[in-house]
């Protein structure tokens, strides 16, 4: 299970143009010895809270902390940069983001964070960058040609408005991964010169 923030259809299709065009370029940039697995443009979504597989027992807990409408305000996010993860060392993901600060949405992920724990789940430890998913890199030897990257220019996308967050279920099917909404958390009402409506 995971929680997220769901993007927009006219995010996904900009997002989907992307990967097709970097699965162009790099289709020989990567080599023989990388292979990239992309994201299918249904499934593109931000990633707050990863929670992996979780017990029948603790859903409704889960669903009773997610579902409270939250303090935390809504926001608009634009996507305007390309990257991969981590940044040093071999990378096995590769994402669209922001270039800019998100303090709206690392509130959220404060306030989820403090929920979870009342639940008993131990808080995040890794700052949160927010990210889309575009593809996971598998090596088998010679690694991504960072630079067809570096070079790309992406227009930015959005900006998007996200006013809810939602937990998932991964359900993984022959196709690939299936993800099921199970709750969704409502967002407080979007700031306006420094001040919620």
Partial sequence: MFVAFELD????RALAAV????EARLGSGAGAGCRLTWVEPSNLHVTIRFLGATPETRLAGLCAAIGRPFTSPSFEVRLDALGVFPGGGPAHTLWAGTSADTPDAAQVCRELDTRLVEWGLAPEERPFRL???LARIRRAGRAL???VIRQFRM???GPFQVD???LF???LQGRGPVYVPLE???LGPRRTDGMAE
């Fill in 19 to 22: 990967e097709s065009a970097l």
């Fill in 145 to 147: 040609d960072l630079e």
């Fill in 155 to 157: 227009d930015p996308i």
């Fill in 131 to 133: 990210h889309v998913t």
């Fill in 184 to 186: 969704y958390g409502v």
């Fill in 169 to 171: 279920e991964s359900r």
């Fill in 9 to 12: 259809t006219p995010c996904r």
């Fill in 164 to 166: 809810r967050l939602t």
